[in-house]
């Protein structure tokens, strides 16, 4: 991670936490547990993002993998767990995670992992579908920080798509926003999310 990016994701949790937003921000090592704070949304349904990391005990590797999954308690008491993502990259690296709300109506729950990838996940509670979003750390690093410590979920479009923004105090880059398409997938590896600018005037739903 360059320094622009550590600097950025220091910036982007302080801003978080001040928004109320509660982050985990946890260094991997073995047998490390961690989870967000559990949400709830209009219909009942609450979830919890839960992370664990330990020693990929690979012969050569002996890497610290990390794994992440959504627990999800229905209004009737049931609980299912929904495997999300694992990683195994460096001892001590820095893991954030955070869940930003639920999609207007509360059928789906979006979340963001910074961990090695800068990755925004959306969950379906009716399908249980996944997407997987990463952002290019190209994008992150011309943001910069001023600009990068206001990154957040905004919404959603009228289509469904997700919807970033920065903007605010000392982003000299003004109010933007964007639409996340998923990347595509080549050679069974899924691609960098495409980031479409939007209008100042596009309608957007808010997160809950």
């Keep these: 991670m360059t320094e622009w990016l550590i600097l950025i994701s220091l910036l982007v949790f302080s801003a978080l936490c001040t928004r109320g937003q509660v982050i985990q921000s946890i260094k991997c090592g073995n047998l490390i547990d961690g989870r967000t704070e559990t949400r709830r949304n209009s219909l009942g349904t609450t979830v919890v993002l839960q992370m664990h990391a330990q020693d990929d005990s690979g012969k050569n590797s002996h890497l610290c993998e990390s794994k992440y999954w959504f627990l999800v308690k229905g209004a009737d008491g049931t609980s299912v767990r929904h495997d999300v993502i694992s990683i195994d990259d ?94 595509i997938v080549v050679n069974g590896m899924q691609q960098n999310a495409t980031l479409v600018r939007l209008p100042d005037t596009t309608e957007i739903k808010p997160i809950e």
């Design 90 to 183: 460096s001892w001590g690296r820095s893991m954030k995670f955070w869940i930003s709300g639920f999609t207007s109506g509360g059928h789906r729950v979006i979340a963001t992992i910074w961990d090695y990838d800068y990755s925004i996940v959306s969950y379906d509670l009716q399908t249980d579908e996944i997407l997987t979003m990463d952002i290019s750390r190209s994008f992150l690093n011309k943001l910069g920080p001023s600009c990068g410590k206001t990154l957040a979920v905004l919404g959603t479009t009228r289509d469904g798509y997700v919807v970033i923004s920065i903007g605010g105090k000392g982003c000299e880059s003004g109010h933007k926003k964007w639409k996340v398409k998923p990347g």
